[in-house]
């Protein structure tokens, strides 16, 4: 059985977000971005919603081609395209990078994908996390 984890920056007040979805006041300290990159190194499966599969899609899969990409973020997205990953939304057409997408229910198919072998699963997105939270299926946050 596959562990699920979650993990998401987020304010001591418990904010995500600024007003208008901005995610700008969470960029990382380096020390913090290669630990978000060794956790993506070290993930069997990455599960993400809707809003944050675009926001990493829109970003990493060329991250490592742009002018001044830093070696850290080089490695990053590496790690991240190699990565396996599902993607759940009823409104996204097609995804790419390694991934699978989901349009059915997200808690029946977490709860298949936790049953099978593998490594752990992380899961990203407030409202997917939500929902796999309120199931019971988050095993360490």
Known sequence: MRKLIFGMNLSLDGYI?????????????DELFQWWSDRVGATGLALYGRKLWETMSSHWPT??????ATPAEIEFAGRWRDMPKVVFSATTSTVDWNTRLVTGDAVTEIT???ADDGGPMDIGGATLAGAAMRAGLIDEY
């Open 17 to 29: 977000a600024a007003p208008g979805d901005d995610l700008g006041w969470s960029v990382p300290s």
């Open 112 to 114: 298949r994908l936790k």
């Open 63 to 68: 991250a490592d081609q742009q002018p001044g």
